[in-house]
């Protein structure tokens, strides 16, 4: 499923999978679409979902209608987004043009866009 730039978590639930976790069997996901590994410690993953890539909202739209609304029937889901570096969005071609796309300034724009759009497909489902 989905730590650090995406977070699904439930307000009574205790686990919560690291980015990498979530990007481990689904590479094509990340901006660089290599296989990640999963970090064995907390810190802050520079593998972030590609922001460039519809097939990253569609994937994001199915986990979070099929899955997390059915497993976490709650009014609230943190998708994070707090914590992200932006490194690899910088060099992502796909990225870069759906910044450029949407007269983005910068990835924190960027990633403020990937979270309402998440945020909005998020209140389709309630």
Known sequence: MLHHTISI???????????????????????SEKPVKVQEQHSISGELYCVGKESTFEFLEDVLNKEVAQLFPSKYIHIGGDEARYDNRKRCVHCQKRKTDLGLQD???????????VQENGEKIR
């Open 9 to 31: 978590s439930h307000p009574r639930s205790k686990s919560r999978l690291t980015h990498s976790q979530r990007l481990q069997p689904n590479p094509y996901l990340s901006c």
């Open 107 to 117: 990835e924190a724009e960027l990633q403020i866009y990937f979270n309402r759009r």
